[in-house]
């Protein structure tokens, strides 16, 4: 059922009698309407947390000894659902990952605010947003906040095992927004499911930003296809239950 985004566009440029191409970029028509592929995409994975694109992430340390419980999300991360630390001391061989809990970010500033910062194992930290919190250095982290969506600031580190936070102790996996390459072999990440809808979005946008037309038929496919959808995001999990209510089906 997947096609790749040449495919779909000649195929909308076929419903809407233009050209016949052999590359989105042959005419100004069809990169025009590729472009509006490409946007009803984009749409989708954004408007929907999908199975599919839960994946293991790769949080990224500072690296810095000035900000050193400071990690950075990838571009492409929609939603951090979990991180993991490994807090085993350095003489044990066996890994011992923590889950560690979020906070609130007027929670977590409430709950560091009560560290001495005279204490020799609390460290300030400026973070990037010029915020200062106050760190301990002598036990490895438990909690996280973030104060600009970006940068994930834990509470602490144990400075007798490292100068901060080390990227291969981490465990994290959330929701990434595939991206939807601009080239003809492009094909879009997306459960079987979600194509109908996708291409029918994709054909009545098209035809009216294009050629000011409805299409009544798209745009009511559309609509079906969306409101299935809105019921059923997952692949496995069986999507949104809803109560019976004591009715026999």
């Given amino acids: ?54 994946k293991g992430l790769v949080l990224i340390s500072s690296g810095d000894n000035s900000k050193p419980t400071h990690i950075s999300l990838p571009s492409d991360v929609k939603q951090l659902e979990t991180i993991n630390y490994d807090v085993r ?30 204490d020799t194992n609390v460290l300030t930290v400026e973070d990037y947003s010029g915020i200062e919190v106050l760190i301990l250095t002598n036990k490895s982290p438990e909690y996280y906040t973030t104060f600009d969506d970006s940068n994930i600031i834990l509470d602490s580190y144990d400075s007798s095992l490292e100068a901060t936070i ?5 465990q994290a996996y959330g929701f990434i927004i595939p991206v939807l390459e601009f080239v003809d072999s492009a094909v879009a990440n997306l459960p079987p499911d979600a194509w109908s809808a996708f291409v029918e979005e994709a054909t009545s946008k ?13 745009e009511q496919e559309a609509r079906r296809q969306n409101r299935w959808l809105a019921r059923k995001q997952w692949r496995v999990e069986g999507g949104i239950k809803y109560r019976d209510y004591g009715k026999k089906r």
């Fill in 1 to 54: 059922m997947s096609q790749t985004l040449l495919e779909i566009t000649q195929d909308i440029l076929s419903i809407m009698d233009g050209d016949e191409v052999n590359s989105i970029f042959d005419t100004e028509e069809s990169e025009q309407v590729a472009k509006i592929v490409r946007r009803t995409y984009n749409a989708m994975v954004s408007n929907s947390n999908w199975l599919h694109t839960r």
């Fill in 89 to 118: 001391k350095e003489f044990t061989y066996r890994k011992e990952f923590r889950n560690l809990k979020w906070k609130e970010p007027d929670d977590f500033l409430r709950y560091t605010n009560h560290r001495n910062s005279n």
């Fill in 166 to 170: 080390q990227q291969n102790k981490i």
């Fill in 206 to 218: 098209a035809q009216w930003q294009v050629r000011q037309l409805e299409d009544p038929k798209s």
